[in-house]
């Protein structure tokens, strides 16, 4: 696993020279999942592929931005499930973007995943590993390296809001339970980036980040795998809940690699009054 770990750091680092060199401009293609890609979204894919292969413990990859899998070491214990670059339309605009990564074992589902890590590239470059606890690095760019700051969890409580998806096709329950957080004095907290809108509620020990199913989208957008397992394995492990609505994110399996599942993520608290209002809705 440490192996797997340095692997992220080294692609981190390049990634992160990448986004403040390369071409921004949108590539010719789309994702599997339908997204327009951006160079840097491809660019960032072969820097972590060609990581992941100097690593004998990785037995196979799957990128968001492919639609199959790729074997690595037939030998090697690991399935790691990533996206590349989260968010990069965002960097048209200045704003932070991510990487994600969820290591699972034996197959890609919420049960079997066994570690988590995303990396923030905002004004600090900042990596979180999660395994047994939570821990927080940030780079170091005159060493060009990852340093250990401390370790992170959440408090019962928070204070802000990230509420996910276009809220012209909220379902009426979700929208009234949104406007009830606002109402009881919760500030809103949401760029469009999964991993900075993530990160803040972490770092900040509380509050809550939603992307619910809708109109548009009745299964939610966010990605089981390369998104939605490993988010919900760094919430669980620092003390907090991730769910779709009624059920505990890491119980859910997949159908296809790149299925999507309403999400919520945050404190104690948030997905308690979560739970309350989705009780209500047939599932
Ligand atoms: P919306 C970025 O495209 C992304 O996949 C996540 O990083 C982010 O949380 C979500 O989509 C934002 O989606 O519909 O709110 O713009």
């Not at 639609?67 to 990533?82: F, Q, R, S």
């Not at 379902?171 to 949401?190: N, T, W």
């Amino acid at each position: 696993m440490t192996d797997i770990m340095n692997a992220i750091k080294s692609a981190a680092i390049k990634i992160n020279k990448a986004i403040k060199t390369e071409d921004t401009s949108k590539a010719e293609s789309e994702n599997s999942s339908g997204d327009v890609q951006v160079k840097l979204d491809i660019i960032s894919d072969e820097i972590i592929e060609n990581e992941f292969k100097k690593v004998s413990a990785i037995k196979e990859i799957v990128s968001e931005e492919k639609e199959d899998v790729t074997p690595m070491h037939e030998n090697g214990d690991y399935l790691i499930a990533y996206d590349p670059l989260d968010g990069s339309s965002l960097i048209d605009v200045n704003l932070s973007v991510g990487s994600i990564f969820g290591i699972y074992k034996d197959e890609y589902s919420g049960p079997t995943i066994v570690a988590a890590a995303y990396v923030v590239y905002g004004p600090r470059v900042e990596l979180v590993i999660a395994r047994d606890v939570v821990e927080l690095y940030r780079l170091d760019e005159e060493k060009n390296e990852f340093i250990f700051q401390k370790e992170l969890s959440l408090g019962e409580k928070g204070k802000i809001v990230g509420p996910g998806g276009t809220q012209k096709e909220w379902y009426s329950y979700h929208k009234e339970m949104i406007d009830k957080f606002f109402a009881d004095g919760y500030r809103l907290r949401y760029s469009g980036g999964m991993v900075p809108d993530l990160h803040q509620i972490l770092l900040k020990g509380g509050g809550l980040f939603a992307y619910p199913g809708a109109n548009d989208k009745p299964k939610g957008k966010l990605r089981k795998l390369f998104e939605v397992f490993p988010f919900a394995y760094v919430y669980n492990r620092a003390g907090g809940l991730a769910i779709d609505g009624k059920d505990d994110l890491l119980e859910l399996g997949i159908d296809h690699i790149h299925d999507t599942t309403p999400c919520f993520f945050g404190s104690d608290y948030e997905i308690k009054r979560v739970l309350k209002t989705y009780a209500k809705v047939e599932k």
